[in-house]
């Protein structure tokens, strides 16, 4: 099922395939045209830097050198899974996967068909499978609406998370995570024994994590948080609740009732229904500040985002 695919990869070409956050857009990580493809197919600016996926932690070695212990207790503990690192790279890897950075991202996806693909074409480069801007794709669908019909997908079904990865710098102290995800602060601490870093969007992250500074997850619907005092009754507005003991059977409103996991899971694909329906706007019920929870702070993160839009 997977020979077209790696044939596809193989010869240089770009191929869509499920992991357990979203679905990325795959090029082979030693072939600068094949590179070349994934940023113009997705018009994605030539400094956002690519994660590298592999299968193994001897195709990670191909990317970076020696791995500090606390690499190794991070790669023992959450690969494969939903965390990507960022080390030192190997003078060999391509300027166009590290936008001429010193450090580069790795993941291994847990995800049995990316594990398979990954093990007999070789290390991807992978951004999730969407146009710039739009919301990450978490269904092969997406991925055709955005490229087009004829576009090569690996079908997976729906991406369990439906949030991209964790992505922390262990390349520097104090390591920094640029992008929370369903791995929390918390496991990775408990995990090495050492605080993190969280780095806001805004502050000088930028320039070490070039993607925090690009629009990101946004539909076309303007997308805001829900005041206190608003009654939920404007018919052009989506209204997504997550709080238990809130149920409502008007077809605006969706709630959650405290299951963050499917909210996180459906999220993107709210966000480009609420288009198709032609809501006007999406409103959110305000998270609460939950750190047990690694899904309330990515679910903040993408919120937010797409609010200041
Ligand atoms: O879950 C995921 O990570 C998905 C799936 C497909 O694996 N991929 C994904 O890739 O979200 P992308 O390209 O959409 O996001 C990668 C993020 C960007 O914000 C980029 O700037 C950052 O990782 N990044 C990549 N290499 C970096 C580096 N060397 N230093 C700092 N940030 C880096
Ligand atoms: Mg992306």
């Not at 045209?33 to 600016?45: E, H, L, N, Y």
């Not at 951004?127 to 997976?156: L, M, R, W, Y």
């Given at each position: 099922m997977l020979d077209q695919y790696i044939d596809l990869l193989n010869q240089g070409e770009i191929v869509a395939f499920p992991t357990e956050t979203v679905y990325g857009l795959g090029a082979d990580a030693w072939n600068p045209?094949?590179?070349?493809?994934?940023?113009?197919?997705?018009?994605?600016?030539a400094d956002n830097p690519l994660i590298v996926h592999v299968s193994s932690v001897s195709m990670a070695e191909e990317f970076t050198g020696q791995f500090s212990k606390?690499?190794?207790?991070?790669?023992?503990?959450?690969?494969?899974?939903?965390?990507t690192l960022i080390f030192s790279k190997k003078p060999e890897v391509l300027d166009l996967i590290t936008a001429g950075l010193q450090t580069v991202a790795i993941r291994w996806p847990r995800h049995q068909l990316a594990q398979n693909l990954i093990s007999q074409a070789g290390p991807l480069v992978a951004?999730?499978?969407?146009?710039?801007?739009?919301?990450?794709?978490?269904?092969?669908?997406?991925?055709?609406?955005?490229?087009?019909?004829?576009?090569?997908?690996?079908?997976?079904?729906d991406t369990d998370i439906g949030l991209e990865s964790t992505v922390l710098d262990i390349s520097r102290t104090p390591y920094s995570i640029y992008r929370p995800g369903a791995i929390s602060a918390g496991e990775i601490e408990h995990v090495i024994g050492k605080k993190t870093q969280q780095n806001p969007p805004s502050t000088d992250t930028t320039a070490k994590s070039p993607g925090t500074k690009y629009t990101h997850y946004a539909p076309k619907a303007?997308?805001?948080?829900?005041?206190?005092?608003?009654?939920?009754?404007?018919?052009?507005?989506l209204y997504l609740f997550h709080s238990e003991n809130i149920s409502s059977a008007e077809k605006n409103k969706v709630c959650y009732n405290g299951n963050y996991k499917r909210l996180a899971h459906e999220l993107y694909d709210r966000f480009r229904q609420a288009d198709h329906k032609g809501y006007a706007s999406i409103a959110i019920e305000p998270l609460p500040e939950n750190l047990e929870n690694p899904l309330i702070p990515a679910l903040a993160n993408r919120i937010q985002k797409a609010v200041s839009q």
């Open positions: 045209a094949a590179i070349q493809k994934v940023f113009a197919q997705k018009g994605r600016p606390d690499a190794l207790k991070l790669m023992e503990q959450f690969w494969p899974g939903p965390l951004p999730s499978a969407n146009t710039s801007g739009k919301p990450s794709p978490t269904k092969a669908d997406h991925v055709k609406e955005d490229f087009g019909s004829d576009f090569p997908v690996i079908e997976g079904g303007t997308v805001r948080w829900l005041s206190s005092n608003e009654e939920a009754d404007n018919l052009q507005t």
